[in-house]
């Protein structure tokens, strides 16, 4: 009998689950039709740290895009606990659970890793010591506002942990027409004021070289899978795709996986 009532609870469960995230693709799709969204999800839905706090009346840590499309993927603290909650683009429905690939079914929990040694840092600019034990790596658009609010993050980090420096490898997005051009401009210089400028909407010089390497960087993007920005890589490999503020960060950081 006891056999029974947990089949049936599994039954219930996944018709409920099922049929929000049916009604979340659909929604997803009739606002690409109705407002003819580009390719990227965050050309035409936006949210900001505020409005998730609003929401979810608690203190917000980072958002990204999440591994289903039409949702957000919000972390944050709430009466002292950490939590992981996805938010759809309507803004309607908060779904507090895990999404495991069916691939990932059976095995032990574990994170996503790229390689730093495959991602070459010879055209990065730095914020930081170079001779600084702890490289992390930030995949960045010049008019990402996300990346602005990180970039500003990582200048606190910098001002506490002498031990860390953070390598700019410039991405930039098909949804930021502006930005390729932009990129080769601040590569050019090699400039991190030139993209803090770019970053408060302030207008840059023509491009003064030919900058190959940020085509090599779209490429490199799209071979480790990494498809928005701001991307951070860790020195260990670990990754986090989107903002997240400093003292999160510093956590991830130092937490032993």
Not at 81 to 93: I, P, R
Not at 113 to 139: H, M, T
Not at 162 to 181: G, R, T
Request: glycine share 6%; net charge neutral; aromatic share 8%.
């Amino acid at each position: 009998m006891k056999r029974i009532l947990n089949f049936i609870a599994i039954v219930f469960l996944s018709i409920v689950y099922l049929t929000l995230f049916s009604y979340v693709a659909d929604a997803f799709q009739t606002n690409e039709q109705i407002q003819g969204c580009g390719k990227e999800c965050t050309d035409c839905h936006k949210i900001t740290l505020e409005e998730a706090k609003n929401i979810l009346k608690a203190e917000v840590k980072s958002i990204g895009m999440s591994p289903v499309k039409g949702l957000w993927e919000i972390r944050g603290i709430q009466e002292g606990n950490d939590f992981t909650a996805y938010l759809d683009f309507a803004k309607k429905y908060v779904v507090l659970a895990r999404f495991i690939p069916i691939s990932d079914i059976g095995k032990p929990a574990s994170q996503r890793r790229i390689d730093p040694s495959q991602i070459p840092l010879e055209d990065a600019l730095v914020i930081g010591s170079p001779n600084a034990p702890l490289k992390i790596i930030i995949f960045d658009d010049p008019d990402c506002p996300y990346c602005r609010e990180l970039h500003k993050e990582a200048k606190k980090i910098i001002e506490k942990r002498k031990d860390i420096a953070f390598y700019i490898k410039l991405y930039p997005l098909q949804s930021h027409p502006k930005a390729y051009e932009k990129s080769k401009a601040i590569l050019c210089k090699k400039s991190v004021k030139m993209l803090e400028d770019a970053f408060e909407g302030k207008e840059l010089p023509k491009p003064g070289c030919e900058a190959k390497e940020i085509d090599e960087n779209i490429k490199l993007a799209k071979t480790l899978g990494i498809d928005g920005t701001p991307f951070i890589i860790l020195p260990d490999g670990r990754v986090i795709p989107g903002y997240v503020d400093a003292d999160a960060l510093l956590n991830i950081l130092e937490a032993k996986q």
